[in-house]
């Protein structure tokens, strides 16, 4: 069976299934997720845990004799298998399916995977598990999404927060869930029924993390503002204008040749399968980048591209980041100063 994670309370009442897929790639969302099945399984005997890190040296052949031992003073155990890839192998996938074949009541498996693909979902081993199971995916907390998070979270511990205090706040943990969450329980520390802007001025800094990849989702949806910010963290944080490169170069190199294939005549559905851009919130985005943009100005976020690399590697006299903002001002669509230096 599939949950989601807003079921998964009401589910639990009914009574625990032998085995349970978590999958996503949030930290905190998985973090709770198992927060709730360990809770459930202690409160009906589940004494004992293991918590099992899978890779490839892991011996399942061990791990199968201690989940199949069957003893009179044996306790109720939780196995907790974190499979950083998501896949569990040849190996993993045959000890599954053994574990299905015979299963041991005294035992609840939590398989904790990050977010799986298609393939993954229709391996055996996986089919398997969702008919005696349950399968819980967890998506990230979208940017518009995160006011409303936090309104709820705030909601349960007693709270509420006014329309420009929330806005703020979403604003200075967006990208970082945990923070966020942290931050509502250091307001909660203050006594306040009601969060107004103030007490946010007061109490919360800039908590706000990103990574490469909500760099290039901002800038090819056109969110300047939001893309220069990006650029001012990672920038703070220490990292080398080579890492942030590597993606934005791809997504330009992408536009380019889609952009090159629509003026050519190809429909744009047809254009992202000779390129293999499967998945659609991907799609959205490159439709959007694309209808601002033509071949030249594509070849000009190339060019640009270069320059950082030029500099990057101390081949040149300018400024890495602000040719890097100057990339995403371009593929945003606006107007920005000269790049002609380097």
């Given at each position: 069976?599939?949950?989601?994670p807003?079921?998964?309370g009401?589910?639990?009442?009914?009574?625990?299934?032998p085995f349970y897929?978590?999958?996503g790639?949030?930290?905190?969302?998985s973090?709770?997720?198992?927060?709730?099945?360990?809770?459930a399984?202690?409160?009906?005997?589940?004494?004992?845990r293991?918590?099992?890190?899978?890779?490839?040296s892991f011996?399942?052949?061990n791990f199968?004799?201690?989940?199949n031992?069957l003893?009179l003073?044996a306790?109720?155990?939780?196995?907790?298998?974190?499979?950083?890839?998501g896949?569990?192998?040849?190996?993993?996938s045959?000890a599954?399916?053994?574990l299905?074949?015979?299963?041991?009541?005294d035992n609840v498996?939590?398989l904790?995977?990050p977010?799986i693909?298609k393939?993954t979902?229709?391996?055996?081993?996986f089919k398997?598990?969702?008919k005696?199971?349950?399968?819980i995916?967890?998506?990230p907390i979208e940017?518009?999404?995160?006011?409303g998070?936090i309104?709820?979270?705030?909601?349960?511990?007693?709270?509420r927060?006014?329309?420009?205090?929330?806005t703020?706040?979403?604003?200075?943990?967006?990208?970082n869930l945990?923070a966020a969450?942290?931050?509502?329980?250091k307001?909660?520390?203050?006594?306040?029924e009601t969060i107004?802007?103030?007490?946010?001025?007061?109490?919360?800094?800039?908590a706000s993390?990103?990574?490469?990849f909500a760099?290039?989702e901002?800038?090819?949806?056109?969110?300047?503002?939001r893309s220069l910010?990006i650029?001012?963290v990672l920038q703070g944080?220490?990292m080398?204008?080579?890492?942030p490169?590597?993606?934005?170069?791809?997504?330009?190199?992408?536009?380019?040749?889609l952009?090159?294939?629509?003026?050519?005549?190809t429909?744009?559905?047809q254009a992202?399968k000779?390129?293999?851009?499967n998945?659609?919130?991907k799609?959205s985005q490159?439709?959007?980048?694309m209808?601002?943009?033509?071949?030249?100005s594509?070849?000009?976020?190339?060019?640009?591209?270069r320059?950082?690399d030029v500099?990057s590697?101390?081949l040149?006299?300018?400024?890495?980041?602000?040719?890097?903002?100057?990339?995403?001002?371009?593929l945003?669509?606006?107007?920005a100063?000269?790049?002609?230096?380097?």
């Open positions: 069976m599939r949950l989601k807003e079921q998964l009401q589910h639990l009442q009914q009574g625990l299934k897929i978590v999958s790639d949030d930290p905190l969302l973090q709770e997720i198992n927060d709730q099945l360990r809770a399984a202690k409160a009906q005997g589940f004494d004992e293991e918590v099992h890190h899978v890779d490839n011996d399942w052949g199968l004799e201690s989940a031992a003893s003073f306790e109720r155990k939780v196995h907790e298998l974190r499979i950083d890839n896949k569990p192998g040849d190996k993993g045959k599954l399916l053994s299905l074949e015979q299963p041991n009541p498996f939590v904790i995977l977010r693909d393939g979902q229709n391996s055996k081993w398997a598990i969702e005696v199971g349950a399968f995916a967890h998506w940017r518009h999404q995160l006011p998070w309104q709820n979270r705030l909601r349960q511990q007693g709270m927060a006014e329309t420009d205090a929330l703020v706040l979403a604003e200075r943990t967006d990208g945990l969450a942290q931050e509502v329980e307001l909660k520390m203050l006594g306040l107004r802007l103030e007490d946010v001025d007061d109490n919360i800094g800039d993390r990103y990574d490469v760099l290039s901002a800038a090819l949806k056109g969110d300047s503002a910010h650029i001012d944080e220490g080398n204008a080579l890492q490169l590597a993606i934005m170069a791809n997504e330009v190199r992408q536009l380019h040749s952009v090159q294939l629509r003026d050519m005549g429909p744009v559905d992202f000779t390129m293999k851009i998945w659609p919130k799609q490159l439709k959007a980048a209808g601002r943009h033509t071949l030249s594509l070849t000009e976020c190339l060019q640009i591209c320059q950082i500099v590697k101390g040149g006299q300018d400024d890495p980041w602000r040719l890097m903002s100057l990339l995403v001002i371009k945003c669509s606006l107007k100063f000269s790049a002609k230096a380097v």
